[in-house]
């Protein structure tokens, strides 16, 4: 009983003081919140400044080999301000190059997303099935993007197929990776309550462990769309047609220098809004999830 | 007649340990009686719990619930579990509608769980939250949770293990209080596993203290002779109340010393 008076005291000992001073809620000033604001989006934006005014320097030195940034951007202006312009052919704004980019690598992805969940539910569930495929998974996945391109256009015959074929197989292996892992580390808590209550097969399989599982789910596909988007550069550069890879490739032929710089902060742009996108749709279908 | 719950020569052993945890344990609990479970950290007593559960197999013995020998877990014996093992994912309401549409399908219609969902949130006074999700309320209310859910499942025996041991001291009283409640209106069948002696004493009607494990088994069951309703300021200074908890402690701190504090 000692053990309740305590608190008890303590409690009495704070109301006491309470009206005393009146509690006011804390206002923050607006100003704070802009200087917030400014802390954050100030130092990038002068780190930025810094670099190319020092890439502008290096680039104005006699015998430099790469343009300097006003050079890109006397340079390339159309590319810059016009992406959405289409001379037909391959003569097109980088808006469509990046579309058709866009296009192979949701097409890849969302393959890749079906089989790499299924056969990491398959694996993460049973014990015959991780053993069995680990070990090839693992041997498989190391393999570069690239080297898989010869025997696809060998397979498919096409191009099309084959830049899918190849956004596919690279980033399948972290979906069914992380997929197995959240699915066998569904938390004994949770097995408990399902089996207190008798929850068995599919519905426990969508009610207790796809919930569960989905957190690392997600890290897998953010880690598939960012390898995606690696590999498609690379694998358009060999097969050509439209495509920012092969934008970047054929400016590179044709000793287009600045285009070239202008294309990849596109792709590094594109890549970075990928990675927060598949983040953000992880946030809002896992909310709560992980917040215990 | 046999009891309603009959624990008979429960034997529990771990793969690699020579020494079983639990070695002969026999407890018979009534039907509407409320069993403590109590002894040092380490003594077996939530593997019994579990065994009971049916979440563990026992090694030797069994458990018979209501004439029927017990195999694997059942909603008729629902638990409380210590870190309230809600879903994080499904607000309160939902928590509880998993349980209720999986047990109690067969016996009702939709609308009527509903309303029993709504009925066992009331009997926890959490309707204010029944449709926030675990993190944004506070321990006690997900333990409140956690034992609505178990009394949704209509179970025969309610086993709760340490329910209360990660609140703090004035959130435990309350929802001591709320449990003793509960159970003077429905009377349901209980086991519960503490370590906390004036819970104990306060909460049941008998209290079963377990040796020092390994090998732990039923040193003493004590019957807890107050009347109910209980009130604990009025027993505070009750030398029933007293003399009751005297026994425990005296069991725990005199005979049975806790094997960490002598090791050290």
Known sequence: MNVQTKPVAAVAATTSTAPAKPRVAPVIPRESRARAIAAQVLPPLLILAVLLTIWEFAGRQPGATLPAPSQVWTNSYDLIVNPFYDNGGLDKGLFWHLSASLTRVFMGFAIATVVGIGTGLLIGTSTFAMRGLDPIFQVLRTIPPLAWLPLSLAAFREAQPSAIFVIFITSVWPIIINTAVGVRNVPQDYRNVAAVIRLRGPSYFLKVVLPAAAPYIFTGLRIGIGLSWLAIIAAEMLIGGVGIGFFVWDAWNSSNLTDIIVALVYVGLVGFALDRAVALIGRLVTRGTMAN | ?264
Request: glycine share 8%; with cysteine; proline share 6%.
């Open chain 2, 1 to 264: 007649m046999p009891a309603f719950l009959d624990i008979s020569r429960l034997t529990i052993a771990f793969p690699k340990s020579p020494v079983p945890v639990l070695s002969d344990v026999e407890l018979q609990i009534e039907k509407g009686e409320f069993v403590a479970v109590i002894g040092h950290s380490g003594c077996g007593k939530s593997t019994m719990l579990n065994v009971v559960a049916g979440l563990l197999e026992p090694t030797l013995g069994g458990v018979v619930l209501d004439g029927r020998e017990i195999a694997g877990p059942g909603p008729d014996r629902a638990v409380v579990f210590q870190n309230h093992s809600l879903l994080p994912w499904l607000t309160c309401y939902e928590n509880i509608k998993l349980a209720v549409d999986q047990t109690l399908k067969s016996s009702m219609g939709r609308k009527e769980r509903h309303e029993w969902i709504l009925h066992n949130l009331g009997l926890v006074r959490m309707m204010h939250a029944k449709d926030k999700r675990p993190h944004e309320i506070s321990g006690g209310m997900k333990q409140r949770i956690g034992i609505g859910r178990a009394l949704a499942m209509k179970p025969k025996v309610l086993l709760m293990d340490e329910p209360f041991g990660a609140l703090d001291a004035l959130t435990r009283a309350h929802l001591q209080d709320q449990v003793m409640q509960i159970h003077n209106d429905l009377g349901m069948t209980t086991m519960m596993i503490t370590h906390d002696v004036d819970e104990a004493v306060l909460l049941s009607d008998r209290i079963v203290m377990l040796t020092n494990g390994p090998n732990a088994h039923v040193g003493e069951i004590l019957h807890v002779d107050l009347p109910r309703p209980r009130d604990r300021l009025a027993l505070a200074n009750d030398p029933r109340f007293v003399n009751a908890r005297a026994a425990v402690l005296e069991f725990l701190h005199a005979r049975h010393t806790n094997p960490a504090l002598e090791a050290a």
